[in-house]
């Protein structure tokens, strides 16, 4: 594997920016104009001079540098619904989601959806997630061996459901501990791969599943455990229906063990005072899924009320609820959600949400998510403008005066507020997963002296 030199303008971060005004926040590490030197695909220095001839230059003059993004929550076989019209989530499971991932049994679907799924997330600039496959063994198989293939940090299970889902969806308590045996055996901890325990949501599971999910967590902490929480107020009511004993839809995972570090449960729209309490004594964290909460009508996360009351939040696409794999577009319907709370979430917030903080909520920031010394270069590569109206605001962005009105790091949050808004897949150029280049061509690397 040669020595590889990237430059470009590098931005990552070193602590949460929080929900400080732009011109204001720490953590933040933008070095213009620098060298990223990676070798046996490990980042081991960030410098401003050019290296010697032993390194193998891919320039990047006047373009982005951010790490790959992670996604906490997505779903491989839903890529064949995305963009399916208007229902609320029950009647959208039962109407588009189900038939999709029934086909999912048959092996010949689920490579080529693996296939067809890791590629868009390189397409868009992810280089990690935390996905659901489907109820079949042979989805994991075939999503870990494609991810595997191309060096990616994936989180994956087998999905648990034994009541109130269709047939050709449906297990039992006993094959799929068998199932889940057999998958963490072969998958957790091989290269850069790791199993989640993977509960759909508590309806279509009964209380012997969630103790056997419960068991697998207990037995081997460095399992994760994801599923879905309080995402529609319908779900919400029929879920305390099914579960009168529990106190409320998240002190179901918790009477089960399910609710720990490694825990990652998307949306967590609808909780109450003691709900946030529990998240943040027990280190799950919350995967906020804003597309999809937009599109499927389900509510409005309240972030800032997450932050206060101490549990982690991380960013994900929920496809295919969610519209769009590119995490760009996800920041940019955060925006909107929070704006619509009251709280102006900062570019920095939704970009360090997206990377070094999705790290640290998994536990990886030793591996991904900066720009520092010893982690994995996985990173991402950007124009700041595609097309002309976003080069013309860009160009704008870029005038912008300083002062001490207008800080320079103000000026540069404008330009990276503005790239997120208006940004997309199209300004991506290329992408890189452990020092080797798994989106975009060689034309557009620059490669070379």
Known sequence: ????????????????????????????????EHWLLVEDGRIVAVQAEAPGPDWQPVRHPGRLL????????????????????????????????????????????????????????LAHGTTA????????????????????????????GKVLMDTHAPDGLRDDVEQAERDCRALIRRWHGHGRLAYAVTVRFAATSSRAQLAMAGRLCAEEPTLYMQTHVAENTEEVRWVGEL??????YLDIYHRHGLLHPRAVLA????????DRALLADTGAQIAHSPSSNLFLGS?????????????????????????????????????????????????????????????????????????????????????????????HR????????????????????????????????????ETWVAGVRRHGGSAAAGLGG
């Open 243 to 248: 579960f009168p004993e529990a106190r409320s």
């Open 299 to 391: 509510g409005l996360f309240d972030w800032a009320g997450a932050t206060e009351a101490g549990y982690r939040v991380s960013m994900a696409s929920d496809v295919g609820g969610g519209t769009s794999l590119s995490m760009l577009r996800t920041m940019g319907d955060a925006y909107k959600i929070q704006a619509l709370r009251g709280t102006r979430l900062s570019a920095w917030k939704a970009l360090h949400t997206a990377t070094l903080g999705g790290a640290e909520a998994l536990g990886l920031a030793g591996e991904i998510g900066h720009f520092s010394p010893g982690c994995l270069a996985d990173l991402a590569v950007w124009d700041w403008a595609c097309g002309p109206v976003a080069a």
């Open 129 to 156: 997630a935390v996905v659901f496959p489907t109820v079949h063994a042979v989805s994991v198989d075939t999503l870990m061996a494609e991810a595997a293939a191309r060096g990616m940090r994936l989180i994956a």
């Open 394 to 429: 860009d160009a704008i962005a870029c005038a912008r005066p300083t002062g001490p009105q207008h800080s320079p790091q103000a000026a540069l949050h404008e330009r990276l507020f503005a790239w997120m808004t208006l940004g997309d897949e199209r300004n991506l150029v």
């Open 267 to 274: 949306h967590g729209i609808w909780l109450d005072a003691e």
């Open 1 to 32: 594997m040669p020595r590889l030199a990237f430059f470009g303008d590098l931005l990552d971060f070193t602590a949460d920016p929080g929900f400080a005004a732009p011109g204001l926040a720490p953590g933040v590490r933008h070095r213009p």
């Open 66 to 121: 951010t790490p790959g993004f992670i996604d906490t929550h997505v779903h491989a076989p839903q890529l064949d619904v995305i963009a399916s019209h208007g229902l609320a989530l029950l009647d959208w499971l039962e109407t588009y989601t189900f038939p999709a991932e029934r086909r999912y049994a048959d092996p010949a679907v689920a490579a080529e959806g693996a296939v067809r799924f890791l590629d868009a997330l």
